[in-house]
């Protein structure tokens, strides 16, 4: 009577970012804020708003506010972190040259939430999970811009950079 081992390795995978929202904001009506908005002692609240923006700088399709990551049963984390709001036309950052007065609260349909600033600055959206991630932005997403006194029409972006990392 002989035995022999049969082995069967499994190798975990790189995680793989498939998929990130668009974020797009306006007034709770729907429209965008006026410069007056900004003046207000309670500054500017804006709601998240699926995107329409096509064939711009930076733009992916996704204006269903889909998030998908794929663990390949790996841990991995995803940070996120925003630039400064520049306005296109003059260059000019909104609320200083280092940005950090806009506030963006994530919120997605799996529950997950996170606080940033648009100072560069990565913060943490998932940490050590090993699972797939396809979620959608909820509509409870908002940006946040305090009192600004010194401001000028135009369109201001920040751009979202989202960074997955294989790492516990």
């Not at 996170?114 to 560069?120: C, N, Q, T, V």
């Amino acid at each position: 009577w002989y035995t022999n081992i049969a082995p069967l390795t499994i190798t975990a995978t790189n995680p793989e970012l498939h998929a990130v929202p668009n974020l797009q904001f306006a007034l709770s009506s729907g429209t965008n804020p006026t410069i007056a908005d900004f003046y207000k002692a309670s500054g500017v609240m804006m709601q998240y708003a699926p995107s329409k923006m096509v064939n711009s700088v930076n733009w992916d399709g996704n204006n269903a506010g889909v998030l998908a990551i794929t663990s390949g049963g790996s841990q991995w984390r995803l940070n996120v972190q925003f630039s400064p709001f520049k306005n296109m036309t003059t260059q000019r950052n909104l609320g200083g040259s280092s940005g950090g007065t806009a506030a963006f609260s994530l919120h997605f349909a799996d529950g997950t939430t996170m606080a940033a600033k648009d100072d560069s600055q990565p913060v943490t959206l998932y940490n050590g999970a090993t699972q797939n991630v396809t979620t959608t932005t909820s509509t409870d997403t908002s940006l946040k811009i305090p009192q600004t006194a010194s401001i000028q029409p135009g369109t201001y972006q920040s751009t979202a950079t989202w960074t997955l990392v294989k790492a516990p």
